[in-house]
């Protein structure tokens, strides 16, 4: 296993710690402004995001692609964003439609892609930019939903149209998949 997928993996193994601390009152920090920090949980997740970064730029410039880095990579970064837009919706920290939104996005877009992959053969998917500002926003609005800082609203709001705007365009993309490659598998 090469360097790339073990940073992955790490990523992986990282997000159930980070829920259980962000759940763990112990690690919370009180602020001389009375502000409750998870000073811990903070840490674990801007960690886990710089192995997000970390994994890809090793990948690149080693040319270490492959198949299971392809899968896990974005399987990785789904089970951070997924499982903490659904702590933080269960602590009230967002609104539960800003974590569905999410969550059926990722639904949706596996559910496409599992049928483009039985219909047509084809099992690439390459993230767009769009997908990728996605990832970033919602990244974003967790890291600053965890700093618990004011007017955090605008961040979800940002992740909530690129969180869409990327599902529709994904979607728009496998069924031009799909149409153009009928049925050839």
Same mark, same amino acid.
């Given at each position: 296993?090469?360097?790339?997928?073990?940073?992955?993996?790490?990523?992986?193994?990282?997000?159930?710690?980070? $829920?259980?601390?962000?759940?763990?009152?112990?690690?919370?920090?009180? =602020?001389?402004?009375?502000?409750?920090?998870?000073?811990?949980?903070?840490?674990?997740?801007?960690?886990?995001?710089?192995?997000?970064?970390?994994?890809? /730029?090793?990948?690149?410039? *080693?040319?270490?692609?492959?198949?299971?880095?392809?899968? /896990?990579?974005?399987?990785?970064?789904? =089970?951070?964003?997924?499982?903490?837009? $659904?702590?933080?919706?269960?602590?009230?920290?967002?609104?539960?439609?800003?974590?569905?939104?999410?969550?059926?996005?990722?639904?949706? =877009?596996?559910?496409?892609?599992? /049928?483009?992959?039985?219909?047509?053969?084809? *099992?690439?998917?390459?993230?767009?930019?769009?997908?990728?500002?996605?990832?970033?926003?919602?990244?974003?609005?967790?890291?600053?939903?965890?700093?618990?800082?004011?007017?955090?609203?605008? =961040?979800?709001?940002?992740?909530?149209?690129?969180?869409?705007?990327?599902?529709?365009?994904?979607?728009?993309?496998? /069924? *031009?998949?799909?149409?153009?490659?009928?049925? *050839?598998?």
């Amino acid at each position: 296993m090469n360097l790339a997928n073990k940073l992955t993996i790490l990523r992986i193994l990282l997000t159930p710690i980070l $829920i259980i601390i962000l759940f763990n009152p112990v690690w919370v920090v009180t =602020l001389a402004g009375g502000k409750d920090l998870n000073m811990i949980a903070i840490i674990i997740f801007i960690f886990a995001i710089f192995t997000d970064y970390l994994d890809g /730029l090793v990948a690149r410039k *080693k040319k270490l692609n492959t198949p299971l880095g392809t899968f /896990l990579d974005p399987a990785a970064d789904k =089970l951070l964003l997924v499982t903490t837009f $659904i702590s933080l919706a269960i602590m009230h920290v967002i609104p539960f439609w800003v974590m569905i939104i999410v969550i059926s996005r990722d639904i949706i =877009l596996f559910t496409g892609w599992l /049928l483009t992959y039985i219909f047509t053969g084809v *099992k690439n998917s390459t993230p767009s930019m769009l997908g990728k500002l996605t990832t970033f926003f919602q990244m974003l609005t967790v890291f600053f939903a965890l700093l618990q800082v004011s007017h955090i609203w605008i =961040l979800w709001w940002g992740a909530v149209i690129f969180t869409v705007a990327s599902g529709i365009d994904y979607t728009a993309t496998g /069924l *031009k998949v799909v149409n153009k490659e009928g049925g *050839k598998k």
